[in-house]
């Protein structure tokens, strides 16, 4: 079966500090990449997503950037974090055949 | 406009009640249409998954699609309180890309 792991679970960064959250995907390969984040009573705002090693596709002008270095490795990453990244960083998988996606337990992050 | 809308809600039943979610999307050509659970500070759980119109039933959850008027819908029979949590809509047409509502919070109140 397939699991999708996300880390850290919590994280609290001070502004102007860089960030960098992990997730990686077992049990699959080849599988689209997508990183999500979810604010407080809000829905989904999908930041990235990846059909393949390299290929990133960005959905948001903004100050972060994903990678994929593997292909069941997803990073999400900030140079400089500002206040208004604080939220819920949701990865998922899907595979392209298939029209269901699968999340991670996401990560909270708090930026002070 | 945006691609899937959803009451937020919030809705709050007694315990044994039918509880009735609801979306509607903009894009005819949207094909593949799901159901997501998320309990607080978790990620979305796929509960249910459809293609096309219809019902499809699982247990005390089924799902219905009506493409004439682009409308999804979510009935839960005998609701529980572990029914309690944030529902989420979500459509897509390739498989690469989808479309979620903003979710609507349900508490089924014992």
């Known amino acids: 079966s397939q699991t999708i792991h996300q880390w850290p679970a919590t994280l609290v960064q001070p502004v102007g500090s860089p960030l960098s959250l992990e997730c990686t995907v077992e049990?699959?390969?080849?599988?689209?990449l997508y990183w999500y984040r979810q604010a407080a009573g809000r829905g989904l705002q999908l930041l990235f997503y990846?059909?393949?090693?390299?290929?990133i596709s960005s959905e948001v002008p903004q100050n972060l950037s994903a990678s994929r270095p593997q292909d069941r490795q997803f990073i999400l990453s900030s140079k400089k974090l500002l206040l208004s990244d604080s939220g819920f960083y949701l990865c998922?998988?899907?595979?392209?055949?298939?029209?269901?996606?699968?999340f991670g337990p996401g990560t909270r992050l708090t930026v002070t | 406009q945006k691609e899937v809308e959803q009451d937020p809600g919030p809705l709050s039943v007694p315990e044994g009640a039918i509880v009735s979610l609801n979306c509607t999307y903009s894009?005819?050509?949207?094909?593949?249409f799901m159901w997501y659970r998320q309990y607080s500070r978790k990620g979305p759980e796929l509960l249910m998954y459809?293609?096309?119109?219809g019902n499809k039933e699982d247990g005390r959850f089924t799902a219905q699609v009506d493409k004439s008027s682009k409308y999804i819908s979510l009935f839960i029979r005998d609701s529980q309180p572990s029914d309690s949590a944030t529902y989420l809509c979500?459509?897509?047409?390739?498989?690469?890309?989808?479309?979620f509502g903003t979710g609507t919070s349900l508490t089924v109140i014992p």
């Open positions: 998922a998988w899907s595979r392209g055949t298939l029209y269901e996606q699968y």
């Open positions: 049990g699959t390969s080849n599988p689209n």
């Open positions: 990846s059909v393949g090693i390299g290929q």
């Open positions: 894009n005819s050509a949207f094909q593949y």
């Open positions: 459809t293609y096309s119109s």
């Open positions: 979500a459509t897509s047409n390739t498989g690469n890309q989808f479309y």
